[in-house]
């Protein structure tokens, strides 16, 4: 069994026109709703083996902040630039490609991106019918595998989906 948590980046600035999107910083409300979610996490005792995100500032810092909460080195931090803006299938093809941990059948992974690729995989992965998952929500789901490169849509479950605005 396996473990994996898909987190949309936290809410992003449109400050600076001239900013490209991959480049967006959180804004103020992301930067409060990144450690609020991480934070509910922990309570749950939730501690991951992996964290991979797409490279792009407003993932990366959404993850980074999770990785502060969790206490996870953030040197470990896996990024793949195939996450940025992927689409279900390129999720699916990414996932399908971690190594497994010799030291550990059920791992636990976080995966950090951006819409609307992460609810479309969200819906396929776990057979769910999510309209959104919005800046900062967080969907837990049990994958019913023992390899990650046996993944494949419809083989999850969905534990929790929660988000910052839900109290």
């Given at each position: 069994?396996?473990i994996?948590?898909?987190?949309?980046h936290a809410?992003?600035s449109?400050?600076?026109?001239?900013?490209s999107?991959?480049?967006?910083?959180?804004?103020?409300?992301?930067?409060?709703?990144?450690?609020r979610?991480?934070?509910?996490?922990?309570?749950?005792r939730?501690?991951?083996?992996?964290?991979?995100?797409?490279?792009?500032?407003?993932a990366?810092?959404t993850?980074?902040?999770?990785?502060?909460i969790?206490?996870?080195?953030?040197?470990k931090?896996?990024?793949?630039r195939?996450?940025y803006h992927a689409?279900?299938?390129q999720?699916?093809?990414?996932?399908q490609?971690?190594?497994?941990?010799?030291?550990?059948s059920?791992e636990?992974?976080f995966?950090?991106?951006?819409?609307?690729?992460?609810?479309?995989?969200?819906n396929?992965l776990?057979?769910?019918?999510?309209?959104?998952?919005p800046?900062?929500?967080?969907?837990?789901a049990?994958?019913?595998?023992?390899?990650w490169?046996?993944?494949?849509?419809?083989?999850?479950?969905?534990?929790?989906?929660d988000?910052?605005?839900?109290?």
């Open positions: 069994m396996k994996l948590y898909i987190v949309r809410k992003s449109w400050d600076d026109p001239e900013l999107d991959f480049d967006r910083p959180l804004n103020e409300r992301g930067k409060k709703s990144a450690p979610m991480a934070k509910r996490l922990k309570e749950k939730v501690t991951p083996d992996v964290m991979l995100s797409s490279p792009a500032e407003r990366l810092a993850c980074k902040e999770f990785a502060r969790l206490g996870f080195p953030e040197d931090i896996k990024t793949d195939r996450l689409d279900e299938d999720l699916l093809k990414v996932i490609e971690l190594k497994d941990s010799p030291r550990d059920e636990v992974v995966l950090f991106g951006h819409n609307p690729g992460l609810t479309e995989f969200t396929s776990l057979k769910e019918d999510l309209e959104n998952i800046t900062c929500g967080v969907v837990a049990t994958l019913q595998i023992n390899h490169k046996d993944a494949r849509f419809g083989c999850g479950e969905m534990e929790f989906f988000y910052p605005k839900r109290n």
